[in-house]
């Protein structure tokens, strides 16, 4: 009478003691703990480097978000739109808007002296210091905006070095120079271009992108200069009393001001951004994957190697009452106990290397240039979960070959 051997818990028990007991070729020990320490290196790698890159993602989104606002209100079409006040007053009674902010932008050029730099220049409101991060990432001077009589000049870090200046320790006006808004072709230098000047009373440094492209200044000169109407403007910046409730807020905002207004939440006002550091996640993923490849061929080897040594075995567990299926399981087991333990292990050391790093800084940002100088790291579930599953997939389909070898014995011992 044939013992009946429990198909799913008996499996994992042979392949435990598989795995523990000593083989008859030291070669398949030494083949198993490479493929093991493979998969550790390679789940360690790809767990940090994605905590690294969630790091600067994060680091950097949070950059962006101290110039670009919750939801933004732009032109479907040309630079200028037209805001009427009835507009103005149905976004004030909106509910989940925190503040928002008009203003105007257009190139300009600034000299000072023989130095001289084309800028983006943004007119802005008073309110424009509370729906972004500008007024608290000064870097030198203070944020101060003028007046339209008396406008003062807010540059970026990148632009004040171009034009060779220190905005705080710098009194001699700046001259900037604007086109003006016309309804002819033919450009005319005297009456379409504007020629002032503007006093520098300070500086931003936020990211390079905004550092050495914008200078931000009171939006009434701006308009007055260009020659804009009262109701024209580029921009309608808006804050959020609650950023997660975007999406239902931009809905209301498309059907308040219709299909002539480009309405944008931050991801579409950054989309190229977003789209680079997703296409970088997945190319860097996808390189340390080969970690785990190469690892899975060891297991191939490790596993082949332990098929063949077990032939015995598959014999006698046959004779029991061992079917092909169970035999198959106990060598699948065999290499998902390689990965588990292996990725078990990465997960613990790629953690303890994160929290060391978090803690004290070790791996060092080298150059001084940089907000920070050391490399950031953010841990998320959802790497852990992709690591795991990876490794799992790996190991699965690198013990299958094998173990349909070990069934394979089977099936000839049936046809004896």
Known sequence: MKMKIPFKTGSFLFAWRYFKAKKSTNAINIIAWVSITAIIVGTTALIL??????????????????????????PAS???MTITQEQIEKLKGLQGIKNFSLSV????????????????????DANYRYITGVSDNIYTGDYDIGTAEVPKLVLGAGVEGALQMYADQYATPLRIILPRKSNTEQLNMLEDISSDTISAAGSFRIQQDFDNKYGITNIDFVKRTVRLQPNDYSFVEIRL???SEADAVQKQIEKLFGAKYLVQNKYQQNRSLY???TTERWAIYGVLCLILIV?????????TMLVLEKQKDISVLHALGGNKNFIQRIFLNEGILLAIIGCGVGMILAVLIA?????????????????IDYFPVKLRLTDFLLVGATVFVIAFIASWLPSRKAAAQVQSLRSE
């Not at 050029?109 to 943004?122: E, I, M, R, T």
């Not at 899975?296 to 080897?301: L, P």
């Not at 929290?355 to 150059?367: A, D, K, N, V, Y």
């Open 241 to 243: 009393k609650d950023p």
């Open 275 to 277: 789209s680079i550091m």
């Open 355 to 371: 929290f060391l790093q978090i803690q004290f800084h070790l791996i060092p940002l080298s150059g001084g240039s940089f907000i």
């Open 105 to 124: 932008e257009e190139k300009a050029l600034l000299q000072n002296g023989d130095a001289q730099s084309v800028v983006y220049l943004k007119g802005v």
């Open 295 to 303: 690892a899975a061929f060891n297991m191939i080897g490790a596993l």
């Open 49 to 74: 480097v994605l905590s690294v890159f969630n790091g600067f993602e994060g680091l950097v989104k949070s950059l962006y978000s101290s110039f670009y606002t919750d939801i933004r209100i732009s």
């Open 78 to 80: 040309g630079k200028i």
